[in-house]
């Protein structure tokens, strides 16, 4: 049977009628996707990485930059990413029928997602590991005692220059927790050369956290709208816990206040607007196809402008909110070690996994508390992981409906991909496993980021055109967007996107791990540009192939205009509007048939194509205009004019009736070395023999919004 492209058009249906392939679906509720948006744009990044940018680029003064950059770059792509999917209902790669000498932009997208989603499994892992740990009464990580530990062991309560007596570098001293996650649990070794086994206790992790996404995932976003009323609301309930908790800890007002402490000067560097730049994209997972991807399920009039303002600002609080429940722990530990805070503060695996695990060690009732944690370490890394997961298997979904056709394959889709997805993760819980992962995550999140936002957002406004766009955009609102976005998508957001590539440019220094004393060799380096090219290399690949294809002009001209298929994928949603084209249906094994004030109808080797003259500015098309598309069908050079006269005669003289074109058309596939052996090559050589023609035919009604799709 044919396939289902909701996408377009063209719709393949059975012979019963029904359509082949599995509907896209729409969330069960409005609340549903502001939630999962939550749930995906609310990340561990918010956690272990903005509080520590807060701090080490001048505290309360980093929210300028900060909040300048979520009014000016972020909420503006977040606004027209969540448009651009809703409207076309389409995953980032099939979105790109609006301009699609950029598709590669969705495929770099979903690089960014599928490169995303397996290393933020791997924290999962870890936060899975040190849950399950957490479930005994002393917890591991609290003393020196264990087999792991070496000489260089301290326990919380004994300053460094107290046990550096017997050290000759006091830098050697360790804390039981670095101990325990380093040696322990990620049994580290000297460098990523040394890459060693795999360790056992994290694979298992690893492989339970790559189930439960895929049970979450199972039935795409009808379990996925679900599970999100706990995974995205749970975090905040246990960090307003955390905060009430550490507020009452003894140094956790001197932790505040250097978190938040302002630094005016430190606004000089232009290192802190890039980060606050790279901070915003990444927290707010935009440019990465999941925006796009969720948005695609929403109904075609949703609110899409409070969405955009509801999703961001609760982002941004959160982030602020956590900064408060991690340093009134980090101040509390500066005290008891009698150290700066400056000592104790960490970003990324270290702050989760080292400094606040020790911290929780200290308080009451510790493993109760680290127990909560961990569980909402969990949580915010599965809410964010279904998304960018769902993003990838949508993007490709979409762009292949075959693998829709039943309610298995879906299924099936899912199921092997994230059994690839578990295997190719093995490495980076390997013995040396924890240099890759932290190679791929500080790779991924700069550059491709940056460079595809700049490309999304200008080939849409600045190519597509910014008019056409708030037309669309008018048409989901009923209203076009406030000037202010006008001067965001087509000014300043690509302005601002460019100077903070810059800067990432000159900033650029070779990888390296903790703080410096780890530098990865070279061929980790280009290793790390590699996968920056990964994710870039699509747009320049297919600006390449509609250039061979078609030739440089042509190819520019023709592949930055929408494809016809362009447009909102409901019919319902097309009318009255400019996308209200003639629809064109594909049903196997049909006869031909005309009536002169509704239909027109031309057989193709077992299949029909039906163009709908339910609107009124159609009722032109009518008898001159079904012979021009049957005598297009035969104008080429191998085909005789005993074709066109004999479909011309068929069309003249029988009027109303069914008319079996098949023989006819057999002849003219025979005629171009084309012989369709099945129902399926018959469709597809249907769509090469017709598509020009009925295009033809429109054409010559002067329909210069006609659309065909296949």
Known sequence: MGAKKENSTVVAESDDGQGESQARGEWGGQLEFILTCVGYAVGLGNVWRFPYLCFKHGGGSFLIPYVLMLLFVGLPIFLFELSLGQFASLGPISIWQVNPLFKGVGYGMIAVSWLISLYYNVIIAYALYFFFASMTNNLPWTDCSNSWNTRFCITANISRAESGNNISNVSDLKTPS??????????????????????????????????????????????????????????????????????????????????????????????????????????????????????????????????????????????????????????????????????????????????????????????????????????????????????????????????????????????????????????????????????????????????????????????????????????????????????????????????????????????????????????????????????????????????????????????????????????????????????????????????NDRSSTASVYGYSKAVSMSDPRNQDFRKSQLTDTVESIYSNPNQTSSFRNVSNQNINTVMGQEIPLGTQLQHAYDNKGLIPSNEEYAHTLSNEVVLDAVKAAAESSNKANYQHGF
């Not at 439960?212 to 709208?225: D, H, P, Q």
């Not at 993007?395 to 190719?424: H, S």
């Not at 202010?484 to 000159?506: E, G, R």
């Open 178 to 595: 670095e101990e325990y996650f380093y040696r322990h649990v990620l049994k580290m070794s000297d460098g990523i050369d040394d890459m060693g086994g795999i360790v056992w206790q994290l694979a298992l992790c690893l492989l339970l956290a790559w189930v439960i996404v895929f049970c979450v995932l199972i039935k795409g976003i009808a379990s996925l709208g679900k599970i999100v009323y706990f995974t995205s609301t749970f975090p905040y309930f246990m960090m307003t816990a955390m905060i009430v908790r550490g507020a009452l800890l003894d140094g956790a007002g001197e932790g505040v206040k250097s978190y938040l402490k302002p630094d005016i000067e430190k606004l000089k560097n232009s290192e802190v607007w890039s980060d606050a730049g790279t901070q915003i994209f990444y927290s707010l997972s935009a440019c990465s196809g999941g925006l796009i991807a969720m948005a695609s399920y929403n109904k075609f009039n949703n609110n899409v402008l409070r969405d955009s303002l509801i999703v961001p600002f609760i982002n941004c609080f959160t982030s602020i909110f956590a900064g408060f429940a991690i340093f009134s722990v980090l101040g509390f530990m500066a005290k008891l070690k009698n150290v700066p805070i400056e000592q104790v503060a960490q970003s990324g695996p270290g702050l989760v996994f080292v400094v606040y695990p020790e911290g929780l060690s200290q308080m009451p009732a510790p493993y109760v508390w680290s127990l909560l944690f961990f569980f909402m370490m969990m949580m915010l890394g599965f809410s964010s992981e279904f998304s960018i997961a769902e993003a990838v298997f949508v993007a490709l979904m979409d762009e292949f409906p075959q693998l829709r056709a039943n309610k298995w394959r879906p299924i099936m889709f899912r199921g092997v991909c994230m059994t690839i997805f578990y295997l190719i993760t093995l490495p980076m819980v390997a013995k040396g496993g924890f240099y890759l992962f932290s190679l791929v995550d500080n790779t991924v999140s700069g550059f491709p980021l940056l460079i595809i936002g700049f490309f999304e957002l200008t080939s849409i406004v600045w190519i597509y055109g910014y008019n056409r766009f708030k037309e669309d955009y008018a048409m989901m609102l009923g209203k076009y967007p406030p000037l202010y976005f006008f001067l965001t998508w087509c000014i300043i957001t690509p302005l601002a996107l460019i100077t903070v590539t810059v800067f990432k440019i000159t900033q650029y220094k070779s990888p390296t791990l903790f703080d410096g004393k780890y530098t990865y060799p070279k061929w980790a380096e280009a290793l790390s540009w590699l996968i920056v090219a990964f994710t870039l290399v699509f747009m320049p690949c297919f600006w390449i192939y509609q250039i061979l294809k078609n030739g440089a002009w042509s190819a520019i001209k023709k592949a930055a205009s929408p494809t016809p298929q362009w447009g909102p994928h409901d019919a319902v949603d097309r009318e009255g509007t400019r996308y209200n084209i003639p629809q064109v249906t594909l049903r196997p094994h049909s006869k031909i048939s005309y009536s």
